[in-house]
C-alpha cells in the first residue's frame, strides 16, 4: 500500500529513534493505515488519517530527543508525546478533521520545543568536552548497549546508561563513536544529561545520520562536570 502524499516517511535519526523508542507500534498501524486514494479507508478519510499518523511521528521523535533532557523534563515529554498519540488515535477513530489537524500542528510544536532544549543540552554537553584531553573523568560510569542497524534502517545508534558513581550531583557529557565494519570512524555524536543524582542511573539516546551497513559504538570520552 503507497502512502498517502501528505504522509512524510520515517527520515532523519530522530524518527528512527522516536520508532524505536516511543510509538512503534502505534506509528507503523497509523501510517500502514493511509491510501494514495481519494477512496475513504475503512470509512475514513486519508487525510486525517495521515494527519494522525504525521502527529504521533512528531511525538515520538520529540520524546526519544527527550531522553538527552534532565529527568523532569524527559518524564514530562514522554507524558506529553503519549497523551498526543493517543490524541491523534481518537481523532483517526472518530475520522475527525478538524481534531487531526489541532493535534498534527500541536506535535509538530511539541517536537520543536522539545528539539530547541536538546540544542542546547548538546552544545552544552559539547563544551564541557572541548578542553578534556584523553578519554576523560567519567569513562567508567558509562555503558553502551548497541541498537541493531537492522531496526533503524542501517543509521548507527546507541543506548548510553550513565551511573553517577561519586557522592555528588552531576552533569555528564558523553562522545560516542560510531565505527564500521573496518573499525574506522563513521560518525561522532556528543550527548549529555544534568543534574545525575549520586548512584542514580540514567538512559540516553545516541544517534548518527550517516547509514552503515555494519556498525558498532565505543566511548570515547566522557567527562563528570
Do not use: W
Request: charged fraction near 15%; proline fraction near 4%; charge should be neutral.
Amino acid at each position: 500500500m503507497s502512502p498517502h502524499p501528505r504522509l512524510r516517511p520515517l527520515t532523519g535519526p530522530t524518527a528512527r529513534a522516536g520508532a524505536i523508542l516511543a510509538a512503534a507500534a502505534a506509528l507503523t498501524a497509523l501510517a500502514a493505515a493511509c491510501s494514495s486514494s481519494e477512496k475513504t479507508v475503512g470509512g475514513i478519510s486519508p487525510a486525517v488519517v495521515s494527519a494522525a499518523a504525521e502527529a504521533s511521528r512528531h511525538a515520538a521523535s520529540a520524546a526519544a530527543e527527550a531522553s538527552e533532557l534532565t529527568g523532569e523534563d524527559a518524564s514530562a515529554a514522554a507524558s506529553s508525546a503519549a497523551a498526543l498519540i493517543k490524541e491523534a488515535a481518537l481523532a483517526r477513530a472518530a475520522s475527525a478533521s478538524a481534531a487531526a489537524a489541532s493535534v498534527e500542528s500541536r506535535a509538530a510544536a511539541f517536537e520543536s520545543s522539545v528539539s530547541a532544549q536538546v540544542s542546547m543540552a548538546r552544545q552544552s554537553a559539547s563544551a564541557a568536552l572541548s578542553g578534556v584531553s584523553g578519554t576523560g573523568n567519567a569513562i567508567g560510569d558509562v555503558v553502551l548497549t548497541g541498537v541493531p542497524t537492522t531496526a533503524t534502517d542501517g543509521f548507527p545508534a546507541a543506548t548510553v546508561t550513565i551511573t553517577n558513581s561519586t557522592s555528588q550531583q552531576a552533569n555528564y557529557a558523553v562522545q560516542v563513536d560510531f565505527l564500521d565494519s573496518s573499525g574506522a570512524t563513521v560518525e561522532t555524536v556528543v550527548v549529555g544529561t544534568s543534574n545525575v543524582a549520586p548512584g542514580e542511573r540514567r538512559t540516553v539516546l545516541a544517534h548518527g545520520d550517516q547509514k552503515v551497513a555494519a556498525a558498532s559504538a565505543k566511548v570515547a570520552r566522557a567527562q563528570r562536570f
